[in-house]
């Protein structure tokens, strides 16, 4: 496995971790296929997958649920759990509240790391971070972290923030790459890892990134899918949280890890852009 150094710290975390968007449903809980995802997240921890992330807002609470299921016959000393608040709980009693429940659903009395889900300009900034940094000397957090900050509003974030920001979770992938230009290099100056979610884009790329894609597929005897996490992964302080249900797209997913591109193929990729090249 790939892994990557957290800021201010010794600790490393695996740079393919498991998505779980719309596992056990989107916006409210779907029970229908409970076992199925208890053993594929199962599943996949054997597999080697042991960076989990997840939301309170997913499916409710339920996603969370399921994971605190799964993990329960694993040494949970061995996984980073991954968690977000929403944004209509980032008052600092809302958020504490908030863990209280992802670490009851979970089955656990900490994550490891915790994310601010969406900002909220409603809410005061440096009290979100403040009841962020609480909970890391509480224990019940060892690290946090943002998602869907730009550049600016991380820096904001930063300056007000007792506790270091480790991680920022962002849009990123072969086509939606608008973090690629600013956010990802102060992210690298500043020792700050950038997940990035929906790396595959759900397949949905143009025919010209398509084809661009499949040649590098052929010579790699890869897959386009393990061509697009391997470009992520070979940039600096990135990470990627691909979702799959099915055992063979878990493996052929962490298996991009032993993928890797040249400064040639890399540069292919950097300029591709929309329809076609920059």
Same mark, same amino acid.
């Given at each position: 496995?790939?892994?990557?150094?957290?800021?201010?710290?010794?600790?490393?975390? /695996? /740079?393919?971790? =498991?998505? %779980?968007?719309?596992?056990?449903?989107?916006?409210?809980?779907?029970?229908?296929?409970?076992?199925?995802?208890?053993?594929?997240?199962?599943? $996949?921890?054997?597999?080697?997958?042991?960076?989990?992330?997840?939301?309170?807002?997913? $499916?409710?609470?339920?996603?969370?649920?399921?994971?605190?299921?799964?993990?329960? +016959?694993? #040494?949970?000393?061995?996984?980073?759990?991954?968690?977000?608040?929403?944004?209509?709980?980032?008052?600092?009693?809302?958020?504490?509240?908030?863990? #209280?429940?992802?670490?009851?659903?979970?089955?656990?009395?900490?994550?490891?790391?915790?994310?601010?889900?969406?900002? &909220?300009?409603? *809410?005061? +900034?440096?009290? %979100?971070?403040? /009841?962020?940094? #609480? !909970?890391?000397?509480?224990?019940?957090?060892?690290?946090?972290?943002?998602? &869907?900050?730009? %550049?600016?509003?991380?820096?904001?974030?930063?300056?007000?923030?007792?506790?270091?920001? *480790?991680?920022?979770? *962002?849009?990123? &992938?072969?086509?939606?790459?608008? $973090?690629?230009?600013?956010?990802?290099?102060?992210?690298?100056?500043?020792?700050? %890892?950038?997940?990035?979610?929906?790396?595959?884009?759900? &397949? +949905?790329?143009?025919?010209?990134?398509?084809?661009?894609? !499949?040649?590098?597929?052929?010579?790699?005897?890869?897959?386009?899918?393990?061509?697009?996490?391997?470009?992520?992964?070979?940039?600096?302080? *990135?990470?990627?949280?691909?979702? /799959?249900?099915?055992?063979?797209?878990?493996?052929?997913?962490?298996?991009?890890?032993?993928?890797?591109?040249?400064?040639?193929?890399?540069?292919? =990729? #950097?300029?591709?852009?929309?329809?076609?090249?920059?």
């Amino acid at each position: 496995m790939i892994y990557r150094r957290l800021k201010n710290s010794d600790e490393k975390i /695996a /740079a393919i971790g =498991l998505g %779980t968007w719309a596992i056990g449903g989107r916006e409210g809980p779907d029970t229908s296929r409970d076992g199925e995802y208890i053993d594929t997240i199962a599943r $996949a921890i054997e597999m080697g997958y042991h960076h989990i992330d997840t939301a309170e807002y997913y $499916a409710g609470g339920h996603t969370e649920e399921l994971i605190g299921e799964a993990i329960s +016959l694993f #040494d949970r000393r061995e996984l980073f759990l991954v968690s977000k608040v929403w944004p209509t709980h980032l008052r600092e009693r809302d958020l504490h509240r908030a863990l #209280d429940g992802t670490l009851k659903r979970l089955r656990t009395d900490y994550v490891d790391m915790y994310l601010v889900h969406w900002p &909220n300009p409603d *809410v005061p +900034l440096g009290e %979100t971070m403040k /009841a962020m940094a #609480d !909970e890391v000397r509480a224990g019940r957090t060892r690290f946090i972290g943002v998602s &869907n900050f730009d %550049t600016n509003l991380l820096k904001k974030a930063i300056a007000v923030s007792t506790e270091p920001i *480790v991680n920022n979770q *962002v849009l990123f &992938n072969i086509e939606d790459r608008q $973090a690629m230009y600013e956010l990802l290099p102060f992210c690298q100056s500043e020792g700050i %890892t950038l997940t990035a979610y929906s790396p595959l884009k759900r &397949n +949905l790329v143009s025919e010209f990134t398509r084809q661009a894609l !499949e040649r590098l597929a052929e010579k790699y005897y890869a897959s386009p899918q393990q061509i697009m996490l391997a470009w992520l992964l070979g940039k600096e302080g *990135v990470i990627v949280i691909p979702k /799959a249900e099915k055992i063979d797209h878990l493996r052929s997913n962490i298996d991009s890890k032993n993928i890797v591109l040249t400064p040639e193929d890399m540069k292919i =990729l #950097d300029e591709l852009k929309g329809g076609g090249l920059v």
